[in-house]
């Protein structure tokens, strides 16, 4: 569904006058102060059910190629709410284990004793203040170009335009947002929030249950 059909879908719930077209909620001389106030609370449901699972529909696989002495790197295409799931050394099919921050400095001293070669370990170690993405960075120091592919979790910036297309499943986000706008107005005593809140609990976890089942085995828990 678009931003648009989102909002409007709210709007209905809340028997309010729709949106007919606009190109973006918070410039558009269509949308009242009302219209934009559900479009917040779309993005904030939208936030919310993105972070509740690592949904299929949201992964991505960027490959990041080392070079010479270059130890951190940018991993194309996320954000600061993006997860990592995963990440493997493509020529040998390693795959590259988390590792803390305090590990990572410990693997950089003494300087003589500092490892080259293909990395076994990653770490988070920052947010890029120009790209927003996420910068990683190996505990072996590469020593040649190889290919890391990592798989990771993308969520969706806030939506400011009509077309931007929602990914997740969107009766969680209608529900959670409706039960937010409910609250808002404060007129119900709490008992139609509460209700459309339980509503919006079980849509997610259904959603939740369904896109599971898409991804085997990666809620099972396995003894050690």
Known sequence: MTYLNLINAVLRRLREDSVASWS?????????????????????????????????????????????????????????????????????????????????????????????????????VSIDSGTNEIIVEFDTIPDAAYNITFRVVNPQDDFTLASDTLKVPHMPVILGAWARAIAERGEDGGSLSDMVFAQYQQALGDAIAIDAGRTVGEVDFYAC
């Open 24 to 124: 973006g909620v918070f410039t558009a001389s269509s949308a009242s102060d009302y219209h934009k106030l559900v479009g917040d609370l779309i993005n904030e449901s939208k936030r919310e059910v993105e972070d509740a699972w690592n949904w299929s529909v949201l992964r991505a696989s960027p490959t990041v190629t080392t070079s010479n002495g270059t130890q951190a790197y940018d991993l194309t295409g996320t954000n600061e709410r993006s997860r990592i799931l995963m990440a493997q050394e493509q020529s040998n099919g390693t795959i590259l284990q988390e590792m803390s921050d305090r590990y990572l400095q410990f693997t950089k001293y003494p300087t003589a004793s500092v490892q080259y070669g293909i990395p076994d370990y990653y770490s988070v």
